[in-house]
């Protein structure tokens, strides 16, 4: 079992920036996938990005390229969003599976989930 626990969501201008933190805990985090969906009202969850922890590969949806950097520090990940838009604002959960991947991040291949945390982009 694996234990995720969001932080670092809020209100931000557009252009802005934002760092989510993802605490990690319980089984051993070797081989995982740990990564960021987000879901705004009436749309589907969709992968932003992750990072495996066997070898620190990164993925990232093309909405994030060149503006959010995914970065882990022991059983801790971080999103740092930087450029923030309007479109970005949705609730982000952190989740934890064993599938990685450099191309995608499909939602059924993660099986523990952080609560969400809300990030409004709006001035």
């Known amino acids: 079992q694996v234990q995720l626990v969001e932080s670092g969501g809020g209100l931000v201008q557009p252009g802005g920036s934002l760092r989510l933190s993802c605490a990690a805990s319980?089984?051993?985090?070797?081989?995982?996938?740990i990564g960021w969906f987000r879901q705004a009202p009436g749309e589907e969850r969709e992968g932003v990005s992750c990072?495996?922890?066997?070898?620190?590969s990164k993925y990232y949806a093309e909405s994030a390229k060149g503006r959010f950097t995914i970065s882990r520090d022991k059983n801790t990940v971080y999103l740092q969003m930087n450029s923030l838009k309007p479109e970005d604002t949705a609730v982000y959960y952190c989740?934890?599976?064993?599938?990685?991947?450099?191309?995608?991040?499909?939602?059924?291949?993660?099986?523990?989930w952080g609560q969400g945390t809300q990030v409004t982009v709006s001035s």
């Open positions: 989740a934890a599976g064993r599938y990685y991947s450099d191309f995608d991040m499909p939602r059924n291949e993660y099986n523990y």
């Open positions: 319980g089984s051993t985090l070797d081989y995982y996938a």
């Open positions: 990072i495996s922890t066997a070898d620190s």
